[in-house]
């Protein structure tokens, strides 16, 4: 195993492990595994023995050979020797990542802060043989790798004050709108940046190939963070190195570069795609445009989630959340003692958080009712889903399990739950819920005192190197593993190194009980406390672990999988929506609307503008209108976990909102009276947060599920369906907190297909609305609103909106030539395909409507990349849009209220 370490010299040090020896699990019956153990020692260095270890659905042991690969590039091969020597043997512990199984073996993980006891250089290790490999061999490293002879952590990866790595960056990206994809034909030359200090290298002076390697010489990062780096600028860079002759090692260690193709799949009757990656050994590559976790420059979300998954980082940035989350509970299942089943079949494509959300969230909805509310409170389940595996114990294996006969049932479904074990899914959430949880302490109090000093925990470190485990060939899925300069086994061994403990729990302390260490006689020289901002992106990444948790324990393929714990845990939630619905009626709270996990609570007494209360002849819908409780999928733009498009707009919110204050008050000397006295009670009440706290506090006791007071909202509009004005859709709302701040939810400016003019004219229109207190203050705010809009509409007819503005993207469904009809997405498509642009179904494509009526088809649109000079745009078209997107804002405003 090949290690990246950063000395507390700060001299970057290749290491190689030889102790690792992975091991394998085969069951059959006796003489089969009699034959195994004696067929296979002929073939590879590899040591057999008949132990024990437990099978994870009953928990009874099992009798199996265990397989322990000398080199580690032997496992995979050996592996696969197994399975084809007969098809009677079940493998277990088979197709798991070495970087994670070597890291649960010595108790350390990616980025970790380590004491390492190694020799200057491995022996069997010359000089001339890392130069023979041709790869870089910086001055720093003096290019030879020195030999573990012990690795201890000094780091705990459930800490949440950990020191970062003082790694060295440097960005790289093209030109242009960093959005749109380079390979669809619009980019610039390429950009590099040291510490944001950006240089173009642009083939004038010399081929960037050139400068990008002397670039690397010189400041030797350990990161690369690019804008498409993946599948455009670092093939493109090695590509022009070739043909010109340029030697530029990417790599530190002397080995090429990984990469992988490109590729379409189906994910929950959506197609997608996959961009290609590139990958490196000895540094670390992180394309934001084709990674997750990964947006700032910080990453800490990153960083956090390789901490506690234990995943290369260049893996787990390109791959889902799902990944990481079974990675933890196989490594829970490891040290254990239980035996990991193989992958059900071919593992489903990645998957993103909003596909699970679409896919997994299927939970009880009580659609909303229509209108504008005020003083409306919102509660949360705190990660209600998690929440219910940690509290009831819910786990693919605990779930109807043979030991428990007896135990309780889950309601509706009968299902048991075992009362003996405490689930792996179970423990695992338990610890991700704790330490998200903490991560809020710590944003609410870095918020409270800004500019302190860092906390010292007194958590030892001392003066070796943090380790960094940059993936230096440690994962492939064909090899398993690619050791720099270790392609062959049969290096001489180590006696010292090389005894195992026969069984994971002898040999492997828990997390808990590793060793205390000694304050650091040395300052830290990274600050330990991390920021507000770096808690939030630590917290996000630990929820999207927790949203796929819940989504794997229903998903067929997943290792530890059951449907029935899937089906447990949303039938649990189900009825702690109902006793929570019902105990806010019983307390006299109207509940406006529940969508899985909250609930939009409103005093009844306040006053609402709904438009069935108004007379008109709508019924009131809403709550007991009928047709509530369905269970309904949610809309993909639920939005928690992706980041708000309206964000920049919150905080302008923020800063207007003591001037709006001033400007409202002086307007409405008095609690104005509502326009056409439609509610019950006219006079308003002040929001009283105390009474919703207690509501929750109150149905938090009732559930046994946390539920956190989300926000009081000055005002909640709950919008109809776009089809219809009388059918209230679930996710369909914008709403302004008591702090001033804006939420929406399922309007275009959430869309990532909205062209950014209209995005803007929305954004600004909502951020007016959203200095209103009342639906008095609305309304006069509305009349603002409606100026704005008229604005944004007299410079569309101006035709002076620039193309970027209006550019949409959609993601193409199909191959260009198999659109049948000539959407506009078709027509587009079909144009880049002309110019020889490769698409891909599921990949996105940009474009700009110029004239949606024409007759002529290929005058309908232009694809953005093919835009040259001025063209002109549709301005019925974009009209219209906006027209649709000033709606939701003048729907309640008009349609009740009567404007002006
Ligand atoms: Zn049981």
Redesign the pocket.
């Known amino acids: 195993m090949v290690l990246w370490i950063i000395e507390s010299s700060q001299k970057r040090r290749q290491l190689i492990d030889r102790s690792f020896r992975p091991c394998f699990y085969v069951q059959g019956p006796e003489r089969l595994l009699a034959r195994l153990a004696e067929a296979l020692p002929a073939r590879a260095a590899v040591s057999c023995v008949l132990t024990e270890r437990q099978n994870i659905w009953d928990?009874q042991p099992l009798r199996v050979l265990q397989v322990s690969a000398h080199h580690p590039t032997l496992f995979a091969p050996l592996a696969r020797f197994v399975r084809r020597f007969d098809s009677d043997l079940i493998l277990y512990d088979s197709d798991l990542m070495l970087a994670p199984m070597y890291c649960w073996e010595k108790n350390v993980f990616p980025l970790a802060r380590v004491d390492i006891e190694a020799t200057e250089v491995a022996p069997g290790f010359s000089p001339a043989r890392a130069a023979l490999k041709g790869g870089a061999t910086p001055p720093e490293t003096g290019g030879l790798p020195g030999e573990i002879r012990s690795i201890v952590c000094r780091d705990d990866e459930w800490l949440t004050d950990y020191e970062r790595p003082p790694v060295r960056t440097m960005r790289a990206r093209l030109e242009g709108l960093s959005d749109v994809n380079p390979r669809h034909g619009r980019h610039g030359a390429m950009e590099v940046a040291i510490e944001n200090d950006w240089q173009v290298l642009d083939d004038s002076d010399e081929p960037a190939a050139a400068a990008f390697e002397r670039l690397l010489r010189v400041h030797d990062p350990d990161v690369l963070v690019t804008e498409w780096g993946d599948s455009v600028l670092l093939p493109g860079l090695l590509r022009q190195a070739q043909r010109r002759h340029i030697r530029l090692p990417l790599n530190r260690d002397p080995v090429p570069v990984a990469s992988t193709r490109s590729r379409s799949y189906m994910s929950y009757g959506r197609i997608l795609f996959k961009d290609s990656t590139t990958t490196l050994f000895g540094r670390l590559h992180i394309d934001t445009q084709n990674s997750f976790g990964a947006d700032t420059c910080e990453q800490e979300g990153l960083w956090e989630l390789v901490r506690v998954t234990k995943l290369p980082v260049q893996y787990a940035c390109r791959t889902t959340p799902g990944t990481g989350i079974s990675y933890l509970q196989m490594e829970v299942a490891w040290r254990d003692g239980v035996l990991i089943p193989a992958q059900k079949a071919e593992p489903e494509s990645p998957k993103f958080p909003d596909e699970l959300l679409l896919a997994d969230r299927g939970g009880l909805v009580f659609p909303p009712r229509l209108g504008f509310f005020e003083n409306v409170a919102e509660l949360d389940f705190v990660s209600e889903f998690p929440s219910i595996m940690a509290r009831f114990n819910i786990s693919p294996e605990?779930v109807n399990?043979?030991?428990?006969p007896q135990?309780p049932r889950v309601p509706e479904l009968g299902y048991?739950?075992?009362?003996?074990?405490r689930g792996i899914t179970s423990r695992v959430v338990e610890r991700l819920i704790h330490k998200r949880r903490q991560y809020k302490e710590m944003m609410r109090d870095g918020i409270r005192d800004t500019g302190h000093g860092t906390r010292d925990t007194g958590h030892g470190i001392r003066d070796t190197g943090t380790a960094r485990e940059l993936e230096s060939g440690i994962w492939t899925p064909e090899s398993g593993i690619r050791n720099s300069g270790l392609e062959t086994g049969g290096f001489p061994e180590n006696p010292h190194l090389t005894s195992r403990a026969p069984s994971p729990e002898a040999q492997v302390p828990s997390p808990e009980s590793r060793v205390p260490c000694p304050a650091s006689p040395t300052p830290n020289p990274v600050s330990r406390n991390p920021s507000p901002a770096a808690c939030k992106q630590r917290r996000d990444v630990l929820k999207w672990l927790l949203v796929c948790c819940f989504g794997y324990t229903g998903y067929k393929n997943a290792r530890f999988g059951k449907i029935e714990a899937h089906e447990a845990i949303n039938a649990l939630a189900r009825e702690k929506l109902l006793v929570a619905k019902e105990a806010a009626e019983q307390r006299g709270y109207r509940v406006l609307h529940a969508l899985v996990d909250s609930l939009y609570v409103q005093k009844s007494e306040v006053r609402s503008q709904e438009p069935g209360a108004s007379g008109s002849a709508s019924r009131g819908w809403g709550l007991g209108a009928g047709g509530w409780g369905k269970t309904l999928p949610l809309p993909i733009d639920d939005g928690r976990w992706s980041i708000s498009s309206i964000g920049n707009r919150q905080s302008k919110i923020g800063n207007c909102e003591k001037a709006a204050d001033r400007e409202i008050r002086s307007a409405l000397p008095s609690p104005a009276p509502s326009p056409q006295s439609l509610a019950p009670t006219p006079q308003p009440l002040a929001p009283d947060r105390e009474d919703y706290e207690r509501l929750a506090q109150e149905i938090e006791q009732l559930t046994g599920l946390p539920l956190a007071l989300e926000a009081v909202y000055r005002y909640v509009v709950f919008l109809p369906s776009k089809q219809s004005a009388e059918i209230p859709v679930p996710n369909r709302f914008f709403c302004v907190s008591d702090a001033g701040e804006l939420k929406v939810r399922g309007l275009e400016c959430r869309r990532h297909d909205t062209p950014p003019f209209i995005s803007r004219m929305q954004c600004e229109v909502l951020g007016i609305l959203a200095e209103a207190r009342d639906f008095t203050t609305y309304c006069a705010k509305l009349r603002e609103a409606r100026e704005v809009y008229e604005r944004y509409q007299a410079q569309l007819r101006e035709g002076s909106v620039a193309p970027e503005e209006l550019v949409i993207r959609k993601r193409l469904t199909k191959a260009p030539s198999s659109y049948q009809k000539n959407s506009v997405t078709a027509i587009a498509a079909r144009q880049l395909d002309r110019a020889g642009v490769k698409l891909r179904p599921g990949e996105n494509i940009e474009f700009i409507i110029t004239d949606a009526d024409s007759t002529f088809i290929d005058d309908r649109v232009r694809a953005w990349t093919l835009w040259e000079g001025w063209r002109g745009y549709d301005v019925d078209a974009y009209g219209k849009a906006l027209a649709n997107a000033f709606e939701p804002a003048a729907h309640f405003g008009k349609t009740v209220g009567g404007r002006q």
């Open positions: 928990r605990t399990c043979p030991c428990c135990a048991r739950v075992c009362q003996r074990y």
